[in-house]
């Protein structure tokens, strides 16, 4: 499988822009700010709510973080402004982290005002591990700068993770947990996908003992199953589930139907081909599941 994985991969670059976008569209919102609300507006009707993503990431010029940072504002308001269920997710390198620190840290605290006055949460995407000690860092600042509605990502394939739960835990952080998108050497993250499931699991019980507030996010349904074991404890703590627009569409509906809160994450911009591309290229395994899932839409039954 991991050949089909690879082969898919490999062949992107030279597949028109148009297949590109049409194997794309089910999982991004669109290419505007109307398009981002349109979808989040149906997910809230459908008793789903939503992350709004402005696309973009690892900019070379800090215009291009204030461009972004700008994007976000106006995400800001228009979730105020429609009344609609929904916070913001933003990645540290789209707003200048490797361009210029200091940029980085005044665009997001901007962020974080404007959607502290809306009630707004923002929570800060995990990136690759290049980008994890700034991004634990600037948490732990931000937080002790009195910002409290402010989270995180951990990535459960690291193998420092527990670790990190373990020393952010006097902040009480709220956590999204993931697998992990990015491929990391061997030192130091997990590869094997039970290893990687037992330390999602481990993980989980971590950060519920320590009190935080956990958004479990997976698609994967043995690790649905160990979740939704652990409902009691989670609603103590506080939790909700987390899924990809248009990824697993059915079993989100039946999450919901059984009450789960569920929160749908809603990736939108100008960027969506370069960031279709990336995303399908750096992890091969991602392009398998979407070329899977195009022939499953393409030959109905399969
Ligand atoms: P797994 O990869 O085993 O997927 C289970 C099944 O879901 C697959 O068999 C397939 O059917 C389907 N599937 C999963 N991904 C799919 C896709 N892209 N297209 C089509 N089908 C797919 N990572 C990170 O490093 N930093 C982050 O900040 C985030 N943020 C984030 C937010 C939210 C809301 C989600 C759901 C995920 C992330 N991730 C992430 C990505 C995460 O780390 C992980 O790579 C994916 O969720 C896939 O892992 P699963 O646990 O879903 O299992």
């Known amino acids: 499988m991991r050949l089909f994985d690879h082969a898919v991969a490999r062949a992107l670059p030279v597949v028109p822009r148009s297949i590109v976008g049409r194997v794309a569209a089910p999982y991004i919102a669109g290419a505007t700010l109307e398009d981002a609300r349109r979808v989040v507006s149906e997910l809230n009707a459908n008793g789903m709510s939503a992350t709004v993503d402005v696309l973009g990431e690892e900019i070379t010029h800090p215009e291009s973080a204030e461009t972004i940072a700008a994007a976000y504002h106006e995400a800001l308001a228009a979730i105020s402004t429609d009344g609609l269920d929904a916070n913001v997710s933003v ?137 939704l074991d652990r409902i009691p404890r989670l609603e103590a703590a506080g939790y909700e589930l987390q899924m990809l627009l248009g990824v697993r569409v ?17 990736p939108y911009g100008q960027q ?20 899977k899932d195009m022939l499953g839409r393409l030959v109905p039954g399969r």
């Open 250 to 266: 059915q079993r989100g509906r039946e999450l919901v139907a059984a009450g789960h809160p569920l929160r749908i994450y809603v």
């Open 91 to 227: 990645k540290l390198t789209a707003l200048g982290l490797h361009v210029d620190p200091e940029l980085c840290r005044a665009l997001l605290t901007e962020v974080l005002r404007d959607a502290s006055a809306r009630k707004i949460f923002v929570r800060i995407d995990m990136e690759d591990s290049s980008t994890t000690d700034a991004t634990l860092e600037l948490y732990r600042s931000l937080r002790e700068d009195g910002q409290d509605g402010v989270g995180i990502v951990l990535q459960a394939a690291l193998r420092r993770t527990l670790g990190d739960i373990e020393a952010l835990s006097d902040l009480r952080p709220s956590v999204r947990l993931c697998k992990g998108i990015y491929v990391e050497p061997s030192a130091i993250a997990f590869q094997e996908r039970e290893v990687i499931r037992k330390s999602f699991v481990a993980c989980l019980d971590a950060l519920v003992d320590a009190g935080c507030r956990v958004a479990v996010a997976t698609h994967d349904e043995w690790l649905l199953g160990q979740t």
């Open 272 to 291: 969506w081909y370069e960031y279709s591309l990336r995303r399908l290229q750096e992890n091969p395994g991602v392009a398998g599941h979407v070329a």
